[in-house]
C-alpha cells in the first residue's frame, strides 16, 4: 500500500493506492500552524479510518508547494508511519523534460500532473489546475513541459471581493440561477464562476494555438468539476491526477 500527499497552500490532498488503484482518498484544509505531532496524529487516524495501519505500508510518495510544511509532515511520517518518504523535488526521475527558463520554479504539483498526463492520457495537453491559483499547463507531445500561467484561483478572487470591497459578503462558490444576477450573491456568483469559465475558453484556444489542434484539456483539483460542468472544452476531469502523478513518481524512482 502505498500513501500518496500532496501539501497544498489551501488543501492537503491523500490517497492510498494498492495494486496501483486509487482507493481511499481524502482533501482536507491545510492548517499552517499545526505541529508534526498533529499531523502524525491525523494520518493515523485516516488509516485507521479505513482499517489500516503504519505496518501495511509499503511507501509514502510527497510533493508540496509549502516549504515551511514539508519539514513539518517528513518528521509526521518518520515518528508516527515508520517511513521515509520519497519528495517530488530536484534531480528525481520524472520522464518530463522541463523547458522552463528556472526548472527548480516548477511547483512539484504542476510536475506530478504533467507526469500523470503524459502516462494516462499523452500530449499535447493543456493541464489546468483549479487551486489556490489557477495555473493552466503546457506538454507536448514529446512529454516536455513548456510552462504556462498562473492566476488567482476562484476562492481567492472571491475572499478579495468579501476583504476589499465593503458592501460584499463572503459567498459560497455555486451555480447561480442565471448569468444575470438579480441579487448580489447571484451576481458574485455569476461573476466568478462563468468569469472564470470565459476565461478558461479564451485561454485554451490561446493554448491551443501554439500546441495544436489535437491538445487535450485536463481539469484537475478542488473546483474542476463546478467549472467543467459549465463548458465543452474540458475533455478529461480528473480531480485527484496530482496523486497518480505521486505514484507513478515513486514507481519510477523506486529502483
Known sequence: ML??????????TLGIFEDKQLGSHWRLATDHARMPDEYGL????LL????????????????????????RILQACREYLKQEPFVVDTGVKTGIRI???????VGADRICDA?????????PACIIDFGTATTFNALTREGEYLGGAITVGINLAAEALFTHAAKLQRIDLQRPPSVIG???????????LFGYVSM????????????????????????????SKETKVINILAPWLTLDGLRLLWDMNRN
Not at 507526469?115 to 500530449?123: E, F, P, R, S
Not at 441579487?183 to 455569476?190: C, E, I, K, R, Y
Open 3 to 12: 500513501l500518496a500527499i500532496d501539501v497544498g497552500n489551501t488543501n492537503l
Open 182 to 192: 438579480r441579487n448580489t450573491v447571484h451576481a458574485m456568483q455569476s461573476g466568478l
Open 200 to 227: 478558461v475558453e479564451g485561454m485554451v484556444t490561446r493554448f491551443r494555438s501554439e500546441l495544436g489542434s489535437d491538445m487535450k484539456v485536463v481539469a484537475t483539483g478542488g473546483l474542476a468539476e463546478l467549472v
Open 42 to 45: 491525523q494520518l493515523l487516524g
Open 48 to 71: 485507521e479510518h479505513v482499517g489500516k495501519t503504519p505496518v501495511d505500508l509499503i511507501g509514502i510518495s510527497l510533493s508540496s508547494v509549502v516549504p515551511q510544511l514539508t519539514s
Open 99 to 105: 523547458r522552463y527558463e528556472d526548472p527548480k520554479a
Open 115 to 123: 507526469a500523470a498526463v503524459l502516462n494516462l492520457y499523452g500530449g
